[in-house]
């Protein structure tokens, strides 16, 4: 069994900075890649960011223009994305994800990844 629970969302005023959590049950965070990736209503779901199994690399979406971070905390199992000078188009449901097909390939497509969280509701406006 593997679980992943996202938290750290909630409504924010643009230019706040938050960090969203993805806590890993049942797997090892060292196993595999996780990414983080959000989607608005309607749209696609758009890749974030993702670290490989070792944490020694990182990979970011377009859409992240430099504001972003992506860590994690082996001791707690847990895959952090940190959130700078948000904007309200960022609103999003963020999930986190693993990709136990790769561990150090940290790839951009959804359909690479096949473990998946519920999601947090990130919601910046003004």
């Known amino acids: 069994q593997v679980q992943l629970v996202e938290s750290g969302g909630g409504l924010f005023r643009p230019g706040d900075s938050l960090r969203l959590s993805c806590v890993v049950t049942g797997r090892a965070i060292t196993s595999n890649v996780v990414g983080w990736f959000r989607q608005a209503p309607g749209n696609v779901r758009e890749f974030i960011s993702g670290?490989?199994?070792?944490?020694?690399?990182?990979r970011f979406g377009d859409s992240t223009l430099g504001r972003f971070a992506i860590s994690g905390d082996v001791a707690r199992n847990t895959v952090f994305l940190r959130m700078n000078n948000v904007k309200p188009e960022d609103t999003a449901v963020y999930f986190c994800?693993?990709?136990?097909?790769?561990?150090?390939?940290?790839?951009?497509?959804?359909?690479?990844?096949?473990?998946w969280g519920q999601g947090t509701q990130v919601t910046v406006s003004s």
């Open positions: 994800a693993i990709d136990t097909g790769n561990t150090e390939v940290i790839q951009s497509s959804s359909s690479s990844y096949d473990l």
């Open positions: 670290i490989s199994a070792s944490g020694s690399r990182t």
